[in-house]
């Protein structure tokens, strides 16, 4: 008789690796996932399974002898050169550019969307955290301008949006809404915050909730609005379709269970 098995590895293997454009990654620490447009570039987000081991431990898994580097996260939209980040005291930042190659560049959470920026051209990339603050205070446009005016091709960046939770299931004030909203109408040339507004709910970004004064909110799809505001086309960006709410044997989730525990994801330089 077969021994009985624990979730998640109770599950059957038949559509384990369906998901369009993504890829699980195994290694003898675990899976991680991989976003398919950035294959030439070593990267993982990594799930609740490898709980306890910090991006030092991490790191191999995704290459041998690569540099750590990462930020005390404050939900703001500093982007900071890796070299900058390099040892405790972990500086205060929730984004990260590369500035030579061989840096493994490491973010974390919990809901928030983990972004993932590479380009092939130059080998830079960076890695950013961005929850709705993230986003309000335009991190991941901050980043691409330091990637851009430090050799970086902006017609080539290719982005993954990693798992974070799904808009249906996060409900937000409509004040974070209207702050999101005004971060997308801050755009040279973009349209007003009224019209950032129909953008968002014409992408699937905001929807409806019953409850007054309030909104659903996907911070992923936001997050990709912004980006094609910022010259990167919707084929250059994976967003991963798990919802870290919705996958518990796979992600930790502040929205879920209330609990202080994150997975990481990484990326790592090549020039």
């Known amino acids: 008789m077969a021994e009985a098995l624990e979730p998640p590895f109770d599950r059957p293997d038949a559509g384990f690796n369906d998901l369009p454009g993504w890829t699980w990654v195994g290694t003898y620490g675990g899976h991680y996932l991989q976003c398919d447009l950035l294959a030439a570039f070593e990267h993982g987000f990594f799930t609740r399974q490898w709980q306890g081991r910090p991006p030092e431990e991490l790191a191999g898994a995704l290459s041998a002898g690569v540099s750590v580097h990462r930020t005390r996260q404050v939900h703001g939209g500093a982007v900071l050169p890796a070299s900058a980040a390099e040892r405790e005291p972990w500086p205060e930042a929730d984004g990260l550019r590369s500035d030579r ?16 920026i590479a380009d092939p ?52 004030e409509r004040s974070v809404t209207l702050q999101v909203a005004a971060a997308l109408a801050a755009e040279d040339g973009a349209p007003p915050q009224e019209q950032a507004l129909a953008d968002l709910e014409r992408c699937g970004a905001l929807l409806t909730d019953p409850a007054p004064g309030r909104d659903r909110l996907d911070i992923r ?10 010259g990167i086309a919707p084929e250059r960006i994976g967003h991963c379709p798990l919802c870290t709410v919705a996958e518990p044997a796979l992600f930790h989730s502040w929205r879920r269970d209330g609990v202080r525990a994150v997975q990481w994801s990484g990326v790592v330089s090549q020039g």
């Open 101 to 116: 190659g061989g840096q493994s560049l490491w973010v974390c959470g919990a809901d928030c969307t983990p972004v993932l």
């Open 121 to 172: 051209a130059s080998g830079r990339v960076a890695a950013c955290h961005a929850g709705w603050r993230g986003v309000a205070a335009r991190i991941v446009p901050a980043a691409i301008e330091a990637l851009v005016a430090r050799g970086a091709s902006r017609d080539r960046l290719v982005v993954a949006l990693g798992p974070a939770v799904a808009g249906f299931r996060y409900q937000v």
């Open 221 to 230: 799809r936001a997050t990709a609005l912004q980006l094609e505001r910022q």
